[in-house]
C-alpha cells in the first residue's frame, strides 16, 4: 500500500491519522466501561474475520472526541455490521477469492455511498494479479460521491485495474477531479481533464452520460 493510498483510505473512512498500519492495544487506552462496551463487539467481529484495526481505531476515535461508552459502542457495532454485511456480499459474489481488511473496509464505503457491490465484484475481475483493490474501490466509491455515474466511474476503475496504472497515480483521481471542478465544467467532463492530468487513457465507453450525476 502506497503513502497516498493510505492517505486516502484514512481519509474516506474518517480515522484519524496513524489508525493504519497499527493494532491499538485498547485495555490501556479505554476506561472499564468503555472496553466493556466495545470487547463484545471486537470479539464477534473476530470470529467473523472482519478488519479490528478500523474498528479499534473508531473506539479510540469516539474517545478523543469525547463520547460515552455506549455512544462508542453503538458507532463501533455500527460499523462492524457494515464490515459484515459487504464482506458476506463479497464472498458471495467472489468465491474463494481471499479477501483483505483493507478491500473489505473500501466495499463497506462504496456500499455506504449506494454503489452495488455487484458492481464493485466487476473489479476483481479485471484485476490482472492478486494485488489489493482496496485503494481502486476507495476511488470508485469518492468518484460516484463527487457525482460520476456508477457505470462511468465502475468503467473507469475497470481499466485502472485491468491497465496496472500505479496505486500512488490512481489515489489522485478524486483530488484532480476536484481541481477540474473548479472550472465549473460538469463532472464527467471534469473527470476526463482530471484523467489527461494523470496521463491516464479515458477508457472506450466512458464517456456515455457525462455531465450526468450518479446511478445505480
Same mark, same amino acid.
Given at each position: 500500500?502506497?503513502?497516498?493510498?493510505? /492517505?486516502?483510505?484514512?481519509?474516506?473512512?474518517?480515522?484519524?491519522?496513524?489508525?493504519?498500519?497499527?493494532?491499538?492495544?485498547?485495555?490501556?487506552?479505554? $476506561?472499564?466501561?468503555?472496553?466493556?462496551? #466495545?470487547?463484545?463487539?471486537?470479539? /464477534?467481529?473476530?470470529?467473523?474475520?472482519?478488519?479490528?484495526?478500523?474498528?479499534?481505531?473508531?473506539?479510540?476515535?469516539?474517545?478523543?472526541?469525547?463520547?460515552?461508552?455506549?455512544?462508542?459502542?453503538?458507532?463501533?457495532?455500527?460499523?462492524?455490521?457494515?464490515?459484515?454485511?459487504?464482506?458476506?456480499?463479497?464472498?458471495?459474489?467472489?468465491?474463494?477469492?481471499?479477501?483483505?481488511?483493507?478491500?473489505?473496509?473500501?466495499?463497506?464505503?462504496? /456500499?455506504?455511498?449506494? #454503489?452495488?457491490?455487484?458492481?464493485?465484484?466487476?473489479?476483481?475481475?479485471?484485476?490482472?494479479? $492478486?494485488?489489493?483493490?482496496?485503494? !481502486?474501490?476507495?476511488?470508485?466509491?469518492?468518484?460516484?460521491?463527487?457525482?460520476?455515474?456508477? $457505470?462511468?466511474?465502475?468503467?473507469?476503475?475497470? !481499466?485502472?485495474?485491468?491497465?496496472?496504472?500505479?496505486?500512488?497515480?490512481?489515489?489522485?483521481?478524486?483530488?484532480?477531479?476536484?481541481?477540474?471542478?473548479?472550472?465549473? /465544467?460538469?463532472?464527467?467532463?471534469?473527470?476526463?481533464?482530471?484523467?489527461r492530468g494523470l496521463n491516464i487513457p479515458d477508457p472506450?465507453?466512458?464517456?456515455?452520460?457525462?455531465?450526468?450525476?450518479?446511478?445505480?
Amino acid at each position: 500500500m502506497t503513502r497516498a493510498g493510505i /492517505a486516502l483510505l484514512i481519509m474516506c473512512l474518517g480515522l484519524p491519522e496513524g489508525a493504519r498500519g497499527q493494532q491499538p492495544d485498547l485495555s490501556s487506552r479505554l $476506561d472499564p466501561p468503555t472496553l466493556a462496551a #466495545v470487547q463484545p463487539i471486537l470479539d /464477534a467481529a473476530a470470529r467473523d474475520s472482519l478488519p479490528l484495526e478500523a474498528l479499534r481505531s473508531k473506539a479510540l476515535e469516539g474517545v478523543a472526541k469525547g463520547a460515552g461508552p455506549q455512544q462508542i459502542g453503538d458507532v463501533v457495532a455500527s460499523l462492524a455490521d457494515e464490515f459484515r454485511t459487504a464482506r458476506g456480499a463479497l464472498r458471495g459474489g467472489l468465491p474463494g477469492v481471499a479477501l483483505r481488511d483493507g478491500e473489505v473496509v473500501a466495499a463497506a464505503m462504496a /456500499a455506504r455511498r449506494n #454503489v452495488p457491490l455487484a458492481v464493485v465484484w466487476g473489479l476483481w475481475a479485471s484485476r490482472p494479479d $492478486d494485488g489489493s483493490l482496496e485503494v !481502486h474501490v476507495t476511488v470508485l466509491s469518492e468518484l460516484v460521491r463527487r457525482g460520476i455515474r456508477v $457505470d462511468e466511474a465502475a468503467t473507469l476503475m475497470s !481499466h485502472v485495474v485491468r491497465t496496472s496504472v500505479p496505486l500512488e497515480v490512481a489515489a489522485q483521481i478524486p483530488g484532480k477531479l476536484d481541481g477540474a471542478r473548479t472550472t465549473g /465544467a460538469p463532472p464527467g467532463a471534469a473527470l476526463a481533464e482530471a484523467l489527461r492530468g494523470l496521463n491516464i487513457p479515458d477508457p472506450p465507453g466512458r464517456g456515455r452520460g457525462r455531465g450526468r450525476g450518479p446511478s445505480g
